[in-house]
């Protein structure tokens, strides 16, 4: 009333109009109360703890708060209408002044990693009609005054971590149409004041601990047409109210504890109903007559429950796009158990249909031929099927899986099955299938996994097959086949699962081809009547976790190769003619749990340790000739040899201990001047110890068998790199080999061993031990032996074409979660230099050639060859030698400030890591001819971003993001799993390019890096 008074005087003098004194007074008015949503914002702000793109650097009182990033304004009252910060990487909590934005009408903070609880001052927002903090990770239960948001359309707190029961004043919000609560710990039961939500249109209350049963209220919403419940324990029976609503088109509730039946009357109320599942309950009686009347079912999913009876006709489904009703009671093993497919065949749009694990009799009836062309998924499974594959199943050329498997289905093949074309999965195990398999198989070159097995084929295994070049389970088992393997079979590098082909009359000798299953995991070729020796070339399916090669006619000695076998679990070599002794390297076989050799020649000491230690995974009786071992094996002790023996032995050993130590004695002395010698010469690391012995030039020579080319890896700027096999435990090493005439390469060597001397870490490279000496023409030799990578190097899976170095190695790809993971690795591993070693590390050389993959998919960062410490005042001889080397790193990956003379440093490390980053997810090397000029791989994707992330992104990413929103997922879900994938791909790439600004201070640190890869890493399962 001041301000209108002075206001008014003004007017009174006759200086001012009245219409502009006013608006005077009103615009201080405004001004007072910006004031508060000014605070407002800056308490906010004060909450974040984590802010990675730097988003709130600008709100400050540099520019008015109506600019800030995210913050919208009124026109009026210039009062805080929209907050807008989805998928910014914010953590920290949200702060209770937050309800003094009384104006505020949409929050949306969702994809990001806010934590602690939703601050109950949010019930102060009575303006609010849209508040979105999904996807966060927050905590406690939901603010019960949140119902004093009477103004509230839509809620959505999905995939957080929220507890306790869902309050009953939710209830009270008559305007609500949206809400989605899934995903998160809620318990006790749905209120039944929900029932007062009018205006409620869609209703996810999906996987939480939901209990008690649905009420019954429920039913009188008039406007509902989404409710999603699957996934908790909800129990009691289904209310009939709600299946009665006629305005339903969602009902989702699989995977709960509900028992009763199906009202008959179902389909006569929801005329609309597009989706409708009940999976994964306790539902039981005959599936109502009445469901053929929901014309526009899209979904209709009852499998896993105890439904019986007949299948009623589902003629009128002409929306129909899948159909389960599989793990059921249904049918009764009568011919017309199977009439229903009959009357889908007017559908023109089903896709997939699974009716296996029932109790279906009779024959597959010919009409199967005229489902539609759309039917993908096909799964018969588990019935009691019989007769003869119908011919027309030749006509469903569009199926990508058929399963048939136990049944009780004869005859042969039909021929037209090579018309299908786009078969991937094939199963007719466990049938009574008979005549010869049909070469014409070969034609159907989609095929992932074939399974034959447990049926009567006969005849020889069709080499045809080998023209599946993408198969990785092939099971023939337990048939009649005879004949030889085929080569071109066991060379089918595609194999990766399983190659199962025992229990048949098979002849000949296992195809040295064997060795081509570099990926396979399981090979069985037990129980046949294969001979001759083991080919050596088996040692090269490294990554066999079981083989079973029993009941067979081999012969000859365990071939040394299988020591690469080091993942090897289960080995079964019983039941053959194998002699000699049994190889003292499957003793330190570390994974292998069970070891059967019972039944053959074997002969002499049983090894000790490992399996050997455990008599009850291990089974060697029907070997005559064997002795030692523990006592539970029963066998007799080792004859020692002759007094007289032992008397010439120790002669023998006492004349060669005099000359030995004579002669050592002399060695000693020759080595010692030399030392002296080159001890002036030649800076000598003190850290060669107990821990890392030194090795022989001898022991890696034998190991590499020569240094063979066969052996080679790769080769860098300073040495190269081979596999190796050390004879005396038969550890599998990576042996680098320094080209000492290469200028840099000896410091390399001694930076490289300075810098592993005193640094642990899972995700470091681990050095075994060194070599440095002569080889046997005297000239200097220097190597590091590290532990084997078993998947190479990050380079090799992300630019396969340009670093293989056999032509007959698996195509690499990594999956997101793959590539987050290795992300994750690498992080911590620069964070581990960067912060955590006695003296900081700076790597200098980060590329996807310096990053090894083990058998897990670990990444190891390595090659130190460039590293330099930050000493700081504590400078010594090894650090001054180290920065001696001039310029730092790899063309792409360095960043500019190296090129112009500035010192390396940990923000260096960071750019490298940035471009690493980019280059992982958008499958660009920096140096690739795109770019040029100024035109980089950071400004590539920052120019990209957030609009055309999915156009730079990696092609197999993408086709990962269609897997995942394909026809398997319901399509509710399918906005939500396509929202999360390229949101997760937005921060990482955000995440790239703040690592590789051109100006070290903006870099983000390597710590908050690991920090927001950990948080993507938490929302990516949600895609599944």
Not at 744 to 755: M, Q
Request: charged share 15%; aromatic share 8%; net charge neutral.
């Amino acid at each position: 009333m001041k301000l209108v008074s002075i206001s008014f005087a003004k007017f009174q003098s006759g200086h001012l109009h009245l219409g502009i004194a006013l608006a005077l007074c009103f615009n201080q008015v405004s001004s007072t109360t910006n004031e508060t949503d000014r605070l407002a914002l800056l308490a906010f702000k004060a909450g974040i703890t984590g802010d990675p793109f730097g988003v709130l650097n600008a709100w400050n009182d540099s520019i008015g708060f109506c600019q800030w990033y995210g913050v919208t304004c009124g026109q009026r009252h210039r009062r805080v209408t929209v907050l807008d910060l989805k998928s910014q990487g914010l953590s920290g909590s949200m702060s209770p002044h937050i309800g003094n934005l009384s104006f505020l009408r949409q929050m949306w903070l969702q994809n990001n990693s806010l934590d602690h609880q939703i601050p109950p001052q949010v019930g102060q927002l009575r303006r609010l009609r849209e508040l979105r903090v999904d996807n966060n990770s927050l905590v406690g239960e939901i603010p019960k005054n949140i119902s004093s948001c009477s103004n509230l359309v839509s809620l959505f707190l999905q995939y957080n971590q929220l507890t306790g029961e869902i309050p009953a004043e939710v209830g009270s919000l008559s305007k609500l149409r949206l809400l989605t609560l899934y995903s998160n710990h809620l318990t006790g039961s749905v209120p039944s004041s929900f029932g007062n939500l009018s205006s409620l249109e869609q209703l996810y209350l999906t996987l939480n601990n939901l209990g008690g049963s649905i009420p019954q209220v429920l039913g009188h919403l008039p406007n509902l047409r989404i409710i999603a419940f699957a996934g908790n324990s909800l129990s009691g029976t289904l209310p009939s109210s709600l299946l009665n609503l006629s305005s339903l088109a969602v009902f989702d509730g699989g995977n709960n504890k509900i028992q009763g039946t199906l009202p008959t009357s179902i389909g006569l109320n929801l005329l609309g109903l597009e989706f409708f599942s009940v999976s994964g309950n306790q539902l039981e009686g005959p599936i109502p007559l009445s469901i053929s009347n929901c014309t526009k079912l899209n979904d209709l999913e009852l499998n896993e429950n105890r439904f019986s009876g007949k299948v009623p006709s589902l003629e009128n489904l002409y929306e129909l796009r899948s159909l389960r009703i599989s793990a059921n009671q249904l049918g009764s093993g009568k011919p017309e158990d199977l009439s229903f497919l009959c009357s889908l065949t007017n559908n023109t749009k089903l896709w997939r249909a699974f009716i296996g694990g029932n109790e279906f009799g009779g024959v597959l009836p010919k009409c199967i031929g005229n489902l539609s062309t759309t039917l993908t998924l096909f799964a018969l499974n588990q019935n009691q099927i019989s007769g003869q594959i119908p011919e027309e199943i030749g006509n469903c050329v569009n199926l990508e899986m058929l399963l048939m498997n136990l049944n009780h289905l004869s005859g042969v093949v039909p021929s037209n099955i090579r018309n299908l074309q786009n078969l991937v999965y094939l199963d007719l195990g466990d049938n009574n299938l008979g005549g010869t398999i049909p070469s014409s198989l070969g034609n159907l070159t989609k095929l992932v996994q074939l399974d034959f097995g447990g049926n009567n084929f006969h005849g020889k295994i069709p080499s045809h097959l080998s023209n599946c070049q993408s198969l990785n389970l092939l099971a023939l088992s337990n048939n009649n086949l005879s004949g030889a393997i085929p080569p071109q079979i066991m060379g089918l590098s595609s194999l990766t699962i399983l190659l199962n082909l025992s229990r048949n009359h098979l002849t000949g000798v296992l195809p040295v081809e064997v060795g081509n299953l570099r990926a396979l995991t399981g090979l069985d070729v037990s129980d046949n009547l294969l001979g001759g020796e083991i080919p050596s070339s088996l040692g090269d399916c490294i990554a066999l976790t079981s083989l079973k090669m029993g009941g067979n006619l081999f012969h000859g000695s365990i071939p040394q190769s299988i020591r690469s076998l080091g993942g090897i679990e289960e080995l079964d070599l019983s039941h053959n003619n194998l002699s000699s002794q049994i190889p003292a390297f499957l003793a330190v076989f570390h994974s292998l749990k069970l070891l059967n050799l019972s039944y053959n020649k074997f002969e002499g000491m049983l090894p000790r340790g490992g399996v050997f230690e455990n008599a009850t995974g291990t089974f060697i009786i029907g070997n005559n000739e064997l002795c030692g071992g523990l006592p539970e094996f029963h066998l007799p002790e080792c004859i020692s040899k002759s007094f007289k023996s032992k008397k010439i032995n120790i002669m023998i050993l006492s004349i060669s201990i005099i000359f030995g130590v004579l002669g050592m004695a002399l060695i000693l002395f020759f080595i010692y001047l030399c030392w002296m010698k080159k001890k002036v010469n030649e800076p000598v690391s003190s850290w060669i110890n107990d821990s890392h012995p030194n090795v022989s030039y001898g022991t890696l020579l034998k190991a590499t068998e020569g240094f063979s080319s066969v052996n080679l890896i790769g080769v860098g700027s300073f040495g190269s790199v081979y596999k190796g096999i050390l004879e005396d435990n038969g550890t599998i090493v990576a042996v680098k080999v320094l080209h000492l005439v290469r200028h840099g390469a000896l410091k390399s060597f001694i930076v490289e061993r300075e810098a592993l001397k005193n640094i642990r870490h899972l995700n470091l490279l681990k050095i075994l031990t060194v070599c440095s000496g002569s080889d046997y023409q005297g000239n200097d030799f220097k190597a590091l032996v590290y532990e084997y990578m078993e998947n190479g190097s990050l380079e090799q899976w992300l630019h396969p074409n340009a670093t293989s170095y056999h032509q007959n190695e698996l195509p690499k790809k990594l999956n997101f979660i793959q590539r987050i993971n290795i992300a994750i690795d690498v992080a911590s591993a620069l964070n581990y230099l960067h912060h955590q070693c006695h003296i900081p590390i700076v790597h200098c050389d980060l590329k996807p050639s310096n990053i090894l993959l083990d058998a897990k998919m670990v990444a190891h960062v390595g090659d130190f060859g460039l590293a330099k410490f930050l000493l700081q005042s504590s400078l010594n001889t090894v650090a001054i030698q180290m920065s001696s080397i001039s310029f730092r790193g790899t063309i792409g990956y360095a960043p500019l400030e190296y090129a112009m003379g500035c010192e390396v440093s940990r923000e260096g490390d960071v750019y490298s890591y940035g471009i690493l980053l980019l280059e992982m997810f958008t499958g660009l090397n920096p140096t690739n001819d795109i770019f040029r000029d100024n035109f980089t791989l950071h400004s590539f994707v920052a120019e990209a971003l957030p609009e055309r992330v999915l156009e730079i992104t990696d092609n197999f990413l993408l086709q990962e993001r269609e897997s995942h929103l394909g026809p398997y997922t319901p399509q509710h879900w399918l906005s939500q799993s396509d929202d999360i994938f390229r949101e997760g791909l937005i921060m990482v790439y955000k995440i790239g390019v703040a690592c590789s600004y051109e100006v070290p201070g903006r870099r983000m640190s390597i710590g908050g890096v690991a920090n927001q890869l950990h948080q993507i890493r938490e929302k990516l399962p949600k895609l599944a």
